[in-house]
Each structure stands twice: as structure tokens, then as C-alpha cells.
């Protein structure tokens, strides 16, 4: 089973800061790799699929690279909306697993 | 565009069966896999196994197979996924979701509750 690992389980940031969000796979994934963003009581709402491309009506200050085994997800100019839970997940070979999450908190 | 609207909320007794539908509007029902994750209460998703409607054939993980169980009715674009031998740790909010592998759409999730 491929185990992803993302850092940090929580991070305080302000309003208008740029954070990064890291995911580690623990064998190489090329670029199956989404992003997904959850607030309290909602379904997860995809991000950021094939670890770069933005899903259709996010907003651009939303961004993620890498491949292979790690992948990082950037938010550009936080807004009071983007304070959520963030987690990777990797689709390879017919296999699908999540990070444990990201809790993005207000400072 | 696509909507997957999820069956009620659920309280069952160790040991018994649930039965969680996922019910599917605009699109194409078939064309895609339809995949069910749960949430544990303040916990991460987890992937439960999945079905291609085209191909009618349905993919577990080794943690769930044999315990899990996931079909479709195309006639009603429904899908549904059946977790038995219930446990207090199977206690979660169940998601279906659509896509062969970053989920686009998601259902709004059933709380299944598992209580003596």
C-alpha cells in the first residue's frame, strides 16, 4: 500500500500570507496526485488535480507541484475563506490513498 | 453538472448490515467510477473500494474485502455500498464520490452510527 504523509498536521497562518502544505509518498507516484480542501460538515471539494493542474472555478491563488514522491500545495495571499482542512491523495495503479490532513488555522 | 445525493442517516447495532445508496443526476451514470470514502469523527478520509458502472466490475482494498460491497443500478443511476459485520470503529460519515482518480464530485455524506 502506498502511505502518503503530509506536513505540517496544523499550521497557523494570517490573512494574506502565502503557506505551503507538503505531502510525501512513500513510493513514487509520478503525478497522480489531487488536492482536496474540507470544511466542518462538508464534503471534501477538489482542488488541485494530476499534482499541478487547478480544477475548473478554484481560485488561482491556489497552486501544487511535484512528482514523484513529493508534492507541495501552495496558497497565495490567504483569504478568510481558505481556513479549512487540506489533504493529498494519490491514484495510481487502481489504489487510492489520503494524507492525514492539513488543519490551516487563523493566527 | 453532476450531482450524487446520499441515502439518510443511519443508526445500527454491532454486528448488523448497512446499506448506504448514492443516487446520481446529469452526466453520463456509466462513464465513471463511482468511489466510496468514510470519516471517521475527527479523523481523515479513507478509501473504501470502488465500481465502474461500464464495466460492472467493483475494486476493494484489502482492508475492507470481504466486508464491503459495492453496486449500481443503471436503470436508476444509483449506487450503493454495503459494509457489514458492524463495529463501534465503522462509526463515520460514508461519502460517495465520482471520478477514476481525483474525485470531482462528492455526495453530502451519510453518519452511520454503530451503538448498542
Known amino acids: 500500500d502506498i502511505q502518503m504523509t503530509q506536513s505540517p498536521s496544523t499550521l497557523s497562518a494570517s490573512v494574506g500570507d502565502r503557506v505551503t502544505i507538503t505531502c510525501r509518498a512513500s513510493q513514487s507516484i509520478g503525478s497522480w496526485l489531487a488536492w482536496y480542501q474540507q470544511k466542518p460538515g462538508k464534503a471534501p471539494k477538489l482542488l488541485i488535480y494530476?499534482?499541478?493542474s487547478l480544477e475548473s472555478g478554484v481560485p488561482s491563488r491556489f497552486s501544487g507541484s511535484g512528482s514523484g514522491t513529493e508534492f507541495t500545495l501552495t496558497i497565495s495571499g490567504l483569504q478568510p475563506d481558505d481556513f479549512a482542512a487540506y489533504y493529498c491523495q494519490q491514484y495510481t495503479n487502481y489504489t487510492y490513498s489520503f494524507g492525514q490532513g492539513t488543519k490551516l488555522e487563523i493566527k | 453538472q453532476v450531482q450524487l445525493v446520499q441515502s439518510g442517516a443511519e443508526v445500527k447495532k454491532p454486528g448488523s448490515t448497512v446499506k448506504v445508496s448514492c443516487k446520481a443526476s446529469?452526466?453520463?451514470?456509466?462513464?465513471?467510477?463511482i468511489k466510496w470514502v468514510r470519516q471517521a469523527p475527527g479523523q481523515g478520509l479513507e478509501w473504501m473500494g470502488d465500481?465502474?458502472?461500464?464495466?460492472?466490475?467493483?475494486n476493494y482494498p484489502q482492508k475492507f474485502q470481504g466486508r464491503v460491497t459495492i453496486t449500481a443500478d443503471e436503470s436508476t443511476s444509483t449506487a450503493y455500498m454495503e459494509l457489514s459485520s458492524l463495529r463501534s470503529e465503522d462509526t463515520a460519515v460514508y461519502y460517495c464520490?465520482?471520478?477514476?482518480?481525483?474525485?470531482?464530485?462528492w455526495g453530502q455524506g451519510t453518519l452511520v452510527t454503530v451503538s448498542s
Open positions: 494530476k499534482a499541478s
Open positions: 465500481f465502474i458502472p461500464l464495466f460492472g466490475t467493483a
Open positions: 446529469g452526466g453520463t451514470f456509466r462513464s465513471y467510477a
Open positions: 464520490a465520482r471520478g477514476g482518480g481525483a474525485l470531482d464530485n
